[in-house]
């Protein structure tokens, strides 16, 4: 078959021919991989980030988001069979220890990433557990079956903070901020704010339903915000960015009793004013990571199912895999929403 | 002044000239009534009921349900003045009792009911203290402002359940259910399951963004929840009628580990199998009463301002208060949504 | 081996020479049962109450309690080895429901109950699935770790309401009531009440710390814990007997706003005050079923660890696994806590 | 009257006669002390901290902790009269603005504090208004009365977390720390962990139950913490000291999924990993600011009447209110826990 391959460390990945997976477990499944989405940790193995350095170990085929279908199952392979249409969940769990024997599997003892710390799903192939796949409803669109995580993240981080009837603040607009917009929208918010840097996204931010979208290096949000709230601030703060300025300002405009949500990975220590940012405020503040296994994955499917959200809306380029380069290129520029790969296919026209 | 007024105890009531209200206390507003509305508590006065029968101590100025201008303010009122635009809360809370010092005053030890227990606003002129008092937003219609306690009730029996992106089955869609099925919509229901006996209930019910609706009089509402939801049952199950049926439909449609809100009034102890409705179930169920002090009307006020839910379609009949008997009877046949009745000037067309 | 058996539908049961599991599957462990403990269910299934005749298909071991020793390991077992000490949890899940797939795994929708449904551990040798074991530290004594469960289900029940600084109700002093009793003490109940009609059980409950035991055959549950409350009632009322009257007892003693705990399974349907019991109240009522799995087992854990809880007071009586028409019959009287029975052993002296 | 009285802008304050509150207000009560203690903010307002440099307008009467007997009431008082015991809340909130309106008046947005930005009660007399009074059960020892505010914040710091049952870290071992320390220990904290770098206070803290007490300037919080809790670390994590390191080690051992909660005050910025200690660890993290009005003192004086806290250790000096200097100092020296002063009488030996 062929994949995108790290195969020494440093910089870069390779597209050719490489061994298909063959030892199928009893508890496994193989899958023809239909379609697979770029995210921003394959950026980070791309370009070896120091972070990833230290963790991939090369030979390894990249890529975690997909949607294919199941071409064999292992013999203990119980509620899946040939045909069904699966998604993979990144987060590959035990399954036996303390958190996941506790519903809290997403954040997993022993946790390993497909694609980081196993081989991915950039290829014509992909193996996995019973236990790490979904089964889709077939009436789903294939390239919304594979970008199903960046919306689980909105649906994981959404579910920590009361949204109906509520005015939120969401700082960073990429994929994931705007699948949180089209949540909110869709779960009543009363206003949605939506501050990012690059108009690229804040329109992306307003076709998913924000309703004041400001551009941060143009304008002052806190000002702005705090101005349309009567002074008083939001009920909701979302930092999705990672960016340091966001807490900043995400904080300030936070009401007292508030909620911060905090899914942004920053790459080094933030300044936090705790007196005033959280004490004061008896503020509550959500650390989100991942999706819940398998709550998120559940509610992620009915609110598609019930349209609530279009995610093909965050979907803005498709490319064949063998054009990784093109699409790499494309998401470096900040100028896209998600990008889906078909391996095993012609990609429909944009 | 004229008022609608229970001068003797016995079913009815009379319209006449009464005395206005004349002693102002110190935190006390005096209200020109601009539009106040029906509610079954009302019927319940007129019918003299037993119930009611035993709580009501004649003369006594009827109805609760009100919006007004303020044309009076007492020495100490500091934050309402002339001018101002108020609605009431008909449960008039001590304020310092455990109940009320602890954020329960809907659930206040000594509570008092307007129109119950003292005089109502079914009246030129009504009086009250600034502590029952709610200073509307101008922009809000007149007839909404009077009718927001349906909307309050059902905001705060929504707050007892998770709602978005869960499906809901509404038991009773008078006019609060009907106002919960517009709410349980904004708030992202990924499916709402509308039940009645009555036709125009289901019709309004529908207007509000009912997805399916059943007259449980010709369909077994069990089943046809039970095959549309591919026997799993509902997230969320409101019993808003009081109907010994519903309870037994409704804990029946609840999926295990759901949640069951209870706010209709049986008029008699309902049989309950305890045993597979709640404990095998590991069910939730809250009881839900009246609003929450304040924090109810701030969300109903939020909700009205981003125009989440339509309160006119509720509002379908407009009486001038002399006309009162027209619109209790017409109230009393079912046919009906909110009624609302104007003291002060002629009624706009209906 | 020997064992208790369900050899033919009807009354009774036999204990006498039986095969020994041998078809050790892949992810199984057999284990030698060193104590097993009786539950109300057991009773249910020797008297071939009408429930469980309809449930259970004989032949059939009986039994779910127990605590043994690992004496072989399936090959892809991984975290328990020979030498282990282990507990079984009776409800036995599929894995990959929505109710499992959710952390809900003891609401399952394809559950199965050892010893009602599968063979149980009234023998010498027991073997379950390595998902069904619960790894015992091995300081904890023999007995006690077969008799968890009924603590396991206090922890349950205990985690649906607040009890610290709280004052609680618990109507029904059997084993599971007594352990909960002995929880709440620990966790810092600010009064505790406990409600029976046998004296034996009354005794107990004050051994494990209840502050004030009422016989409810002897004196007005209602006006003795109103009356102790200052007229206000409880925060927090546990229902764990399942008779009808303790519904009616306990709902009045319930204050406003507080939460009541349904555990007990009542026979028939119960009558119930909807309007005064639950809804005035904006009351919280949760039915607890079984345990959480695995949090329910970690804390129960930590608990015996912490000493918090001194489980042995409620173990009152202990038996060789073929007296066990003796521990049957001592058990119906009402006259016992937790009965421990020994399969491989003579059983440690009362 | 004498008071205690900061007269000029800058460090120091005078013991001497000042005028008593003359103009009672209908709804205020006069107090005479019997009892008053100094906490921290004092000290600031002595050493005029800049922070309170900025906010405190002299003349003004110093102090907020105290209990006191009702020697007169206004006019509309309906719940308190001569002879009661009291104690005041420090915040005195507006009863009307939004956090007021909806059960969160401790974050009042027209917040005002007693003895900060109005006279306080380090005094023979003090005034305040009956809805910031709290009305003390008589038996009830006078210098318990007047230092439950300590004993508050830990009871609202605890109410932000679940303690029963787990294991709880604590950093910072003054007069709050050392209460939260005695209420983990009654709401059965599995095991409780004491941090602090004077022994004075880890003494203390022992005292009121903590297990494991960690000089934090002598070896390693974490090490220490981890090591005891098979590397896995706290359930739930308190910062009730400010100082920056206590954040960082406190995160540290907050487990995956646990919850930090956050008390103390930063005099500056704190440099958090929000990435480590807070997304990837899908953490809860609450701010507590003071006590709930007034559901903290319910719980507050319940855990007193059960005899649940010892406070009296917490309390470990008595002085004669002349005698303000020498209790100063030594409250500064950090040897000492609660101290207690006594305006209108000879204060009990210690």
Redesign the interface.
């Known amino acids: 078959m062929h994949a995108i391959v790290k195969t020494t460390p440093g910089p870069g990945a390779v597209y050719g021919p490489w061994p298909a997976p063959s030892k199928l477990g009893?508890r496994d499944i193989l899958v023809r991989v239909e379609a697979t989405s770029i995210c921003g940790t394959d950026m980070q193995i791309y370009d070896w980030h120091e972070l990833m350095a230290h963790r991939v170990k090369p030979p390894l085929i990249m890529g975690h988001e997909f949607a294919g279908k199941v071409v064999e199952a292992g013999k203990e392979v119980?509620?899946l069979r040939e045909g069904d249409i699966v998604s993979g969940e990144t987060h590959i769990n035990c399954g036996?220890c303390?958190?996941c024997?506790?519903?809290?599997g997403?954040?997993c003892?022993r946790m390993l990433l497909r694609g980081v710390d196993t081989d991915g799903c950039f290829a014509e192939y992909h193996l996995l557990h019973e236990g790490s796949a979904w089964l889709n409803d077939k009436k789903i669109p294939i390239e919304i079956a594979s970008a199903q995580e960046p919306l689980g993240n909105a649906?994981h981080a959404?579910s920590a903070a009361e949204?109906?009837?509520?005015?939120v603040a969401i700082f960073g607009c990429g994929p994931i901020g705007a699948c949180l917009i089209g949540l909110c929208k869709?779960?009543?918010a009363?206003?949605i704010f939506g501050v990012d840097i690059v108009d690229y996204r804040l329109n992306l931010a307003k076709k998913m339903g924000g309703d004041v979208l400001i551009n941060g290096s143009q304008e002052n949000p806190v000002k702005r915000i705090m101005d349309l709230t009567d002074g008083?601030g939001v009920d909701v703060f979302f930092e999705m960015s990672?960016a340091p300025p966001s807490?900043e300002e995400g904080f300030k405009v936070l009401r007292?009793?508030g909620t911060a949500v905090?899914?942004?990975?920053?790459s080094k220590?933030?300044?936090?004013?705790?007196?005033n940012?959280?004490?004061?405020?008896?503020?509550?503040?959500?650390?989100?990571?991942?999706r819940?296994?398998?709550?998120t994955w559940?509610?992620t499917a009915?609110?598609l199912?019930?349209g609530?959200v279009d995610l093909s809306k965050v979907i803005t380029h498709r490319f064949a895999l063998e054009e990784f380069e093109k699409a790499f290129t494309l998401m470096k520029s900040g100028h896209s929403g998600k990008i889906v790969m078909y391996p095993n296919r012609k990609p429909p026209s944009n």
């Open positions: 009893l119980s509620d036996k303390f958190q024997r506790t519903g809290n997403h954040i003892e649906v959404a949204i109906s009837g509520n005015k869709s779960f009543g009363s206003k008083r990672g807490f007292p009793g905090l899914f942004g990975l920053p220590n933030v300044e936090m004013d705790v007196a940012w959280i004490v004061f405020k008896d503020a509550r503040v959500r650390g989100v990571f991942g819940r296994l398998w709550g559940y509610k009915e609110v199912k019930a609530e």
